[in-house]
């Protein structure tokens, strides 16, 4: 929210999570109490070029517990007598005023702050994940469960196949049944007629 003539801190959304807030170039000279309330977990600020003309006026910033660098640049209150040293003293837990410490060391540039922040996440998740060997052991145990689905699998075709095999026999063995039968009716019915026959051969023989 830089240069957007705020006056006031008063409408400040509660932002619990929010860990970085640009202020600068506004019109802002107190009401800082407010940011401890809202934004508790603030690690940067920057209010350079606002109307800040005293201590007393940075010293709401003491409950901001996790601040680590402050931005006073341009405010009157750069004009005090030994103004770095009564800041650093006042707010004991930042790093950083103006973008240097109190051994005029500067600042690390946000993104390289950004990154190292990345790399760290990166390498908790890394440790989170746990060694390679036991997700191997996981893909030994599955691969063994596949060779053992596949057996049941054959075996359940080989019993398939062999039921079919029988289902096939048995009909052949119908159709055998039925032609014997078939063959037993013809037979005895030739019989039969060679019986009719017999009476009437004798009668022509008998008439002869």
Known sequence: M???ELTSLARLPTLSKLRKLELSDNIISGGL????????????LNLSGNKIKDLSTVEALQNLKNLKSLDLFN???????DYRESVFELLHQITYLDGFDQEDNEAPDSEEEEDEEGDEDEDEDEDEAGPPGE???????????????????EEEEVGLSYLMKEEIQDEEDDDDYVEER?????????????????????????DD
């Open 182 to 206: 078939g063959d037993e009716e013809e037979a005895e019915g030739v019989q039969g007629e060679k019986r009719k026959r017999d009476p009437e051969d004798e009668g022509e023989e008998e």
């Open 33 to 44: 109490e407010v940011l401890a309330e809202k934004c508790p977990n603030l690690t940067y």
């Open 135 to 153: 997700y191997e052991e996981d893909d030994d145990e599955d691969d063994g469960g596949s060779d053992l689905g596949e057996g049941e699998e």
């Open 2 to 4: 830089a240069n957007v």
């Open 75 to 81: 405010c009157e209150i750069t004009n005090l007598e």
